[in-house]
T-cell receptor, first 109, second 114 residues
Framework: KQEVTQIPAALSVPEGENLVLNCSFT??????LQWFRQDPGKGLTSLLL?????REQTSGRLNASLDKSSGRSTLYIAASQPGDSATYLC????????FGTGTSLTVIP | DTGVSQDPRHKITKRGQNVTFRCDPI?????LYWYRQTLGQGPEFLTY????????KSRLLSDRFSAERPKGSFSTLEIQRTEQGDSAMYLC????????????FGPGTRLTVL
C-alpha cells in the first residue's frame, strides 16, 4: 500500500521568505503527483500536477519537483505572502489515490 | 460556475439514519472520485468512476456505503445506517481521462452523525 508522508506537519515563516515543503511516497509506480492547497473547512484547490515522466512544474511563485527514484517531491514557494497561509497537501496517483496529511503553513505579516 | 458542485454542503443526522450526497462534476470530465476527510488528516480515497463504470473501490467503502453514477454525469454517495464514525467531510473530485487526469475538487459535504 502506498504511504505518503509530508514534513514538516506545520511551518511558520515571516512574510517574504522562500520555503520548501516536502512530500515522500513509498511506491514509485505512480502516474502523477499533484499538489493542493486547502483552506480551513473548504475543498481542495489544485496547485500543480507533475506527470510521472516530468521532473518539475512551475506556476507563478510555485515550483514543484518530482524524483520518482527516491520517492520525493518538493513544493517551493517563493516570496511567501500572508495569503499563502493554508494547508498544503500532496497526492500520489496510481491505480488508487493517496494523500499525505498535509503541511499547515502560516505566513506572518 | 463551471466547477465541481456538491449538495448538500452540510448534513446533520441521527445515528442509524440513511443519508445521500450528490456530486456534479465539471461537464466534460469523464472521471469522478469520492474521498472522505477527517479533521487533521488528508483525504482518503473511497471510489472512482470512469463514465458510469465504477473502476476502483477502497476497503474503506464498507457494505453500508454505495456510490452510483448512472448516466455518467452526476454521482450519488449513500451511507446506510449511519454511525458516529461516519462523521467527516465527503469530497468529490473530477478529472478528464485522456488529459493529465488533474483532479479538481468540490467544496465538500460535511456530515455530522449525532
Amino acid at each position: 500500500k502506498q504511504e505518503v508522508t509530508q514534513i514538516p506537519a506545520a511551518l511558520s515563516v515571516p512574510e517574504g521568505e522562500n520555503l520548501v515543503l516536502n512530500c515522500s511516497f513509498t511506491d514509485s509506480a505512480i502516474y502523477n503527483l499533484q499538489w493542493f492547497r486547502q483552506d480551513p473547512g473548504k475543498g481542495l484547490t489544485s496547485l500543480l500536477l507533475i506527470q510521472s515522466s516530468q521532473r518539475e512544474q512551475t506556476s507563478g511563485r510555485l515550483n514543484a519537483s518530482l524524483d520518482k527514484s527516491s520517492g520525493r517531491s518538493t513544493l517551493y514557494i517563493a516570496a511567501s505572502q500572508p495569503g499563502d497561509s493554508a494547508t498544503y497537501l500532496c497526492a500520489a496517483f496510481g491505480n488508487q489515490f493517496y494523500f499525505g496529511t498535509g503541511t499547515s503553513l502560516t505566513v506572518i505579516p | 460556475d463551471t466547477g465541481v458542485s456538491q449538495d448538500p454542503r452540510h448534513k446533520i443526522t441521527k445515528r442509524g439514519q440513511n443519508v445521500t450526497f450528490r456530486c456534479d462534476p465539471i461537464s466534460e470530465h469523464n472521471r469522478l472520485y469520492w474521498y472522505r476527510q477527517t479533521l487533521g488528516q488528508g483525504p482518503e480515497f473511497l471510489t472512482y468512476f470512469q463514465n458510469e463504470a465504477q473502476l476502483e473501490k477502497s476497503r474503506l467503502l464498507s457494505d453500508r456505503f454505495s456510490a452510483e453514477r448512472p448516466k455518467g454525469s452526476f454521482s450519488t454517495l449513500e451511507i446506510q445506517r449511519t454511525e458516529q464514525g461516519d462523521s467527516a467531510m465527503y469530497l468529490c473530485a473530477s478529472s478528464f481521462r485522456g488529459g493529465y487526469n488533474e483532479q479538481f475538487f468540490g467544496p465538500g459535504t460535511r456530515l455530522t452523525v449525532l
